[in-house]
């Protein structure tokens, strides 16, 4: 079965400060997995997949397979990352999974 | 831009109602995803579909059906309504497996 965990309902950090969100997954195969976002008043929308390799608004996520983790990391939080944060799977016949969601707040 | 348009952003119905939501995408995408999201538990996927009239269910189908008769379309219907199913409705579309979800601005289902 596919399933995605964010241990943290809200993580509350200050500005300037690094910044992990965490995610666990389970799957038997190989996963393609996603961060989403949603900012105040705004649609959900993509913010990173770990087969891109990206580095967008200065997030990064490294999948370590032998963990099953998708952690999501800034080194220095500016309050505009302000957000909900979704962890997601897609295994098979294209299911995409999406875990509980980690509201991050970032403080002045 | 993709754009994905769902019909109401707010609606309000009784217990036993049948309620249709819609929405419409406009990049001829080929999957297509209708999720409740609701405080705690995040987004919930209901069913999926990755070609006209082909559906899947998701993890919480129950309660639901939905209909996909046009590419651009697809449909969640609630066959008769209960307050458990008060929460909001996000519809999403992609291009294919493994391909970014574009999203709609939801659908905040109240049912009294």
């Known amino acids: 079965a596919q399933r995605v965990t964010q241990p943290e309902k809200l993580l509350s950090v200050f500005k300037g400060a690094p910044v992990e969100l965490k995610c666990n997954y389970s799957y038997s195969g190989s996963p393609e997995l996603f961060w989403y976002v949603q900012y105040s008043r705004q649609r959900l929308q993509l913010l990173l997949r770990h087969i891109s390799r990206e580095s967008i608004k200065g997030f990064t996520a490294d999948l370590n397979k032998g963990e099953t983790s998708f952690h999501l990391k800034k080194p220095f939080a500016q309050e505009e990352d302000s957000a909900m944060y979704y962890c997601?799977?897609?295994?098979?016949?294209?299911?995409?999974?999406f875990g509980s969601g980690t509201r991050l707040l970032v403080r002045p | 831009d993709v754009k994905v348009t769902q019909s109401s952003r707010y609606l309000v119905k009784r217990t036993g109602e049948k309620v249709f939501l819609e929405c419409v995408q406009d990049m001829d995408h080929e999957n297509m995803f209708w999720y409740r999201q609701d405080p705690g538990l995040g987004l919930r996927l209901i069913y999926f579909?990755?070609?006209?009239?082909?559906?899947e269910k998701g993890d919480i189908p129950e309660g639901y059906s939905v209909s996909r008769e046009k590419k651009e379309r697809f449909s969640l219907i609630l066959e008769s309504a209960s307050t458990n199913q008060t929460s909001m409705y996000l519809c999403?579309?992609?291009?294919?497996?493994?391909?970014?979800?574009?999203f709609g601005s939801g659908t905040q289902l109240s049912v009294l």
């Open positions: 997601a799977l897609e295994g098979s016949s294209y299911k995409l999974i």
């Open positions: 579909s990755y070609d006209v009239k082909m559906k």
């Open positions: 999403a579309s992609s291009l294919g497996g493994r391909e970014k979800l574009f």
